[in-house]
């Protein structure tokens, strides 16, 4: 288990505050852990999406939403887990910050089944990864060493129904749309030459 502790003095002041010390302390033991268990393994390979949070160098935080089919995160072990980099926007928030500072957080939530689990860990992105082939469309991969892997109360999570995959979701044989906003005025002189029509002097 990571060294550093698992509650740090804020959350026990409002610990304290609810009497809920004692309680918080049990589900430590309970529920924390550093290695994925098979059904930790599962689960994340049938999830379509996770929410990434991360943090500069100065503690300035972001929260990122991260999608795929399932089975876009692979369990590699059970300490690491990794996903695609996809392309995106271009503002690298999460994984620039990831660079930075590669502590991160995973949020793991299954609506249909009401489940989440997360998995606070050390991040490291390469275009080098080899793994990157298991991936089309993947412009970097992610891997996270897992430090500590936990599951929460689902009681909040509500119950939704997958209706239909993201259309630009990447996959074998398969050739996603252009998004309509990279053919907006307003960024069509900023995109990279490889996302510019011909005409403007793309690929």
């Known amino acids: 288990m990571d060294k550093d502790p698992m509650y740090h003095p804020g959350m026990r002041r409002l610990q304290d505050a609810r009497e809920t010390r004692e309680l918080a302390d049990r589900l430590e033991q309970v529920t924390v852990r550093s290695a994925f268990t098979d059904e930790d393994h599962a689960f994340i390979e049938s999830c379509s999406m996770c929410f990434v949070a991360s943090a500069d160098t100065a503690g300035q935080p972001d929260c990122s939403y991260k999608g795929g089919l399932p089975g876009f995160v692979h369990v590699l072990d059970e300490r690491t887990l990794a996903l695609p980099d996809y392309d995106g926007n271009g503002m690298y928030r999460s994984w620039g910050n990831a ?3 590669p502590q991160v ?7 249909e089944r009401q489940k989440r689990l997360r998995v606070n860990g050390r991040a490291v992105i390469a275009a080098d990864d080899p793994l990157r ?7 970097f991969v992610v891997r996270v060493t897992a430090e500590r892997i936990f599951p929460n109360c689902p009681r909040y999570i509500h119950k939704m129904a997958m209706i239909e995959a993201s ?3 990447p996959r074998t044989g398969y050739e996603p749309p252009v998004p309509a906003w990279k053919g907006f005025d307003v960024f ?5 030459p490889r996302d510019r029509p011909p005409e403007d002097g793309g690929h």
């Open 99 to 101: 660079l930075a500072n």
């Open 105 to 111: 957080g995973l949020l793991f939530i299954d609506f």
């Open 133 to 139: 082939r298991a991936w089309p469309g993947a412009v």
């Open 167 to 169: 259309v630009y979701a």
């Open 188 to 192: 069509r002189d900023a995109l990279p």
